[in-house]
């Protein structure tokens, strides 16, 4: 247990509204990371960060944006969601071994 | 750009009959490719990490293999437990890459 807990776990909302989803971990890992997952698709890397106010875009960052204020909380948010964005959101930490630990997700779905 | 893919897209086994997943690969500098379960509703769960070609790790009923160009997951004996999608990814700087799952389902 790498101690990462997100927030919300579910939730609804409407086109157009702005989302912000939170990942919380409590073991000061430098790098987090946001996925998604669809059916067919597999994890895509959304943004991913390396530290305090360091973020970076991964293959499919389109549409989302991140904020990392303090080590243990990572961001990410929908400006305006769309339908596409319905999915089920991962976020992740890497140990000083490199290995990715991935928290318990978010379904998202935006109507 | 790094490319995995994962075959079968579903298995379905007997318990006890043992088989085998498959995931290739194209990466330039492979720094790791890892093997994850997931069950459903939660997140991926981390089984192995193979750093080089000839590598073999073991856990449980799980045994995980890596060729130049492919990993192998191989299930001994199944169990019902053993259920799950298996997910494969290779590491290339701090980012990982990851195949489309493998869904494992053993009927008791």
């Known amino acids: 247990d790498a101690g990462i807990t997100q927030s919300p776990r579910h939730k609804v909302t409407e086109t157009g509204t702005p989302v912000t989803l939170r990942c919380h971990q409590t073991?000061?890992?430098?790098?987090m990371y946001w996925y998604r997952q669809d059916p067919g698709h597999g994890l895509r890397l959304i943004h991913y960060?390396?530290?305090?106010?360091?973020?970076d875009k991964g293959e499919v960052s389109d549409g989302y944006s991140v904020s990392r204020s303090k080590t243990e909380d990572f961001l990410l948010t929908l400006e305006s969601a769309t339908s596409s964005q319905t999915s089920v959101y991962f976020c992740?930490?890497?140990?000083?071994?490199?290995?990715?630990?991935f928290g318990p997700g978010t379904r998202l779905l935006v109507l | 750009e790094d490319q995995v893919t994962q075959s079968p897209e579903a298995l379905r086994l007997q318990e006890g009959e043992s088989s085998s997943l498959n995931c290739s690969y194209t990466?330039?500098?492979?720094?790791?490719l890892f093997w994850y379960r997931q069950d459903p509703g939660k997140g991926p769960e981390f089984l192995f990490t193979?750093?080089?070609a000839g590598e073999e790790k073991e856990k449980e009923r799980l045994k995980a293999t890596l060729t130049k160009k492919e990993s192998f997951l191989h299930i001994t004996a199944p169990k019902p437990e053993d259920s799950a999608t298996y997910l494969c990814?290779?590491?290339?700087?701090?980012?990982?890459?990851f195949g489309a799952g493998t869904t494992v389902t053993v009927r008791a």
């Open positions: 992740a930490i890497s140990t000083a071994q490199e290995t990715q630990y």
């Open positions: 073991e000061n890992h430098r790098y």
């Open positions: 960060s390396y530290g305090v106010k360091d973020t």
């Open positions: 990466v330039s500098g492979l720094r790791g």
């Open positions: 193979l750093y080089s």
């Open positions: 990814a290779v590491r290339h700087d701090y980012k990982l890459s």
